[in-house]
């Protein structure tokens, strides 16, 4: 095999080792950010729809509170509670129905399906009291309880789900130290090989090349010829020693 054959191999293997250490530790970067955003796709979801569904419940139950406290004698004020009122359910439906297509904890289909149970109750008493069939007695005494109910139901879907966050990051802190140990073995690795290979090759090839110089001066010795090469450098030595045998060739070549 030719010196240059064995010099691309080299660099070849060094090469090798630089891009198994970067594809490495990219995949596992890309593994760690993955890991990551699958704590925030669902569960963070499920918690802005609870918070949603919070802001918008309050919306409702303010609405239905002041029609109980202002009977309708104002139409504007009446419209403007009936908008509030639909406004909230408008928007409570719509995070409710987002919330039934994204259950992906344990027990989380059992408090949504409580959830669903708990606001058809609170609608129910909630319209009464909007189309004014309503009293006090009902607001307190069941729009009331209905409504804290629904406030128990939303609080245990929004901590179902923290919880799920909170022990995914516990879990990706681990990942994210595995990780690590795993890229730092595999860099120790890589520079171990690489080290092996900058002691043996370079030595591989100034050895050989320092046993061709060596010979070489050798060879001239004995055939009486001076080499004049001031340097160190093997390869400038063996070019001046081909170019005064060649010298010495053409001489004894020549016709006398």
């Known amino acids: 095999m030719s010196i240059k054959k064995k010099l691309s191999l080299g660099l070849g293997f060094l090469f090798l080792i630089i891009f198994a250490l970067v594809a490495f530790s990219l995949h596992q970067i890309s593994k ?11 569960n963070y979801a499920s918690l802005l ?7 918008a419940l309050d919306d409702m139950m303010m609405a239905a509170g002041s029609r109980v406290a202002n009977p309708p004698a104002d139409k504007r004020l009446e419209d403007y509670h009936s908008k509030l009122f639909e406004s909230g359910r408008g928007e409570f439906e719509k995070n409710l129905k987002a919330e039934n297509n994204n259950v992906t904890e344990v027990h989380e289909k059992e408090f949504v399906e409580k959830l669903n149970a708990d606001y058809a109750v609170y609608l129910d008493l ?12 009902l607001f307190f005494g069941e729009l009331q309880p209905a409504y804290m109910a629904l406030k128990q139901s939303i609080g245990n879907i929004y901590n179902v789900n923290m919880q799920a966050v909170e022990r995914k990051n ?5 990942d994210s130290a ?11 690795f890589s520079f171990i090989l690489a080290f092996f290979y900058f002691s043996y090759f370079p030595s591989y090839v100034s050895r050989s090349l320092s046993y061709l110089s060596g010979r070489t001066r050798e060879l001239l010795k004995k055939a009486n010829i001076t080499l004049d090469a ?27």
């Open 32 to 42: 760690l950010s993955k890991d990551a955003a699958n704590i925030l796709k669902d």
């Open 49 to 55: 729809y609870a918070d949603n569904m919070m802001f």
């Open 126 to 137: 909630g319209l009464q009291i909007m189309k004014g069939e309503g009293s006090p007695a």
């Open 170 to 174: 516990e879990i990706s802190k681990q």
């Open 178 to 188: 595995r990780i690590i140990v795993s890229m730092a073995v595999f860099s120790v």
């Open 230 to 256: 001031k340097t160190d450098d093997e390869a400038q030595i063996l070019r001046r020693a081909i170019e005064l045998l060649d010298d010495a060739l053409s001489a004894e070549a020549e016709p006398e």
